[in-house]
């Protein structure tokens, strides 16, 4: 099965037609949040629309930047992974969207804990999966993927916190536009595709017991 993911849209749609090569030969598609520039409904079912033209099968969540119905708008077209999980197969895939505090007073971001919280329950339903794949728009804290150009780690310490205790096999992050990149945790990888404007993508395989993960750009 194959998997590919980006994140940090911001109605940046025409991009895709840059990889509609990848996305013809995708089993399933994962926007990992920010589809929008604070946009709601209409602005993410563009969006989704758009990405459901080059592969039919897509799951997403909100990024801090999306207003808070687009939490809804997601689970109505059967696509959330906020707070959710799908299996298939063997692989359980679950989701944490929105971001951590931060200090522009964006739509959607929650207290620290709430992100763990929102974890927990999304993992809940996919404890038993032998393959785990996290999607989570804020990454861990003190990552290769969570600073600031000053080098400033601003990521969540409950999603660092959550990967350390349940090692998931892979987590996708985003939110920091300047920390493209993969770093690990224990056994999970962690990939930041960065902003899909600026060409960052994430392809993943699973086949049976394993998932592998590759950070690409157009």
Do not use: W
Not at 78 to 92: D, N, P, R, T, V
Request: glycine content about 10%; proline content about 6%; charged content about 15%.
């Amino acid at each position: 099965m194959k998997i590919v993911s980006f994140g940090d849209v911001h109605m940046a749609i025409g991009h895709m037609r840059n990889i509609a090569a990848e996305l013809a030969t995708a089993d399933l598609l994962i926007l990992s949040g920010d589809l929008t520039n604070f946009g709601g409904r209409n602005d993410a079912e563009k969006v989704l629309a758009a990405a459901r033209s080059y592969c039919p099968a897509v799951l997403a969540l909100p990024g801090n930047l999306d207003q808070p119905d687009v939490v809804d708008f997601l689970r109505i077209e059967h696509a959330a992974l906020h707070g959710e999980s799908k299996k298939i197969e063997q692989l359980g895939i679950f989701g944490c969207g929105g971001s951590n505090i931060t200090p522009f007073h964006t739509p959607l971001e929650y207290q620290d804990e709430e992100l763990g919280a929102v974890l927990a329950q999304a993992y809940a339903g996919v404890v038993d999966a032998p393959v785990q794949l996290m999607v989570c728009h804020t990454p861990p804290y003190a990552t290769r993927l969570d600073r600031l150009r000053n080098g400033t780690p601003v990521g969540s310490q409950s999603v660092r916190n959550f990967i350390v205790q349940y090692q998931p096999h892979v987590c996708i992050s985003g939110h920091i536009h300047e920390s493209p990149g993969i770093d690990v945790i224990g056994r999970t990888t962690i990939l930041n595709a960065g902003p899909f404007a600026a060409g960052g993508y994430i392809v993943l395989h699973y086949h049976r017991e394993t998932i592998d993960a590759e950070l690409k750009f157009m």
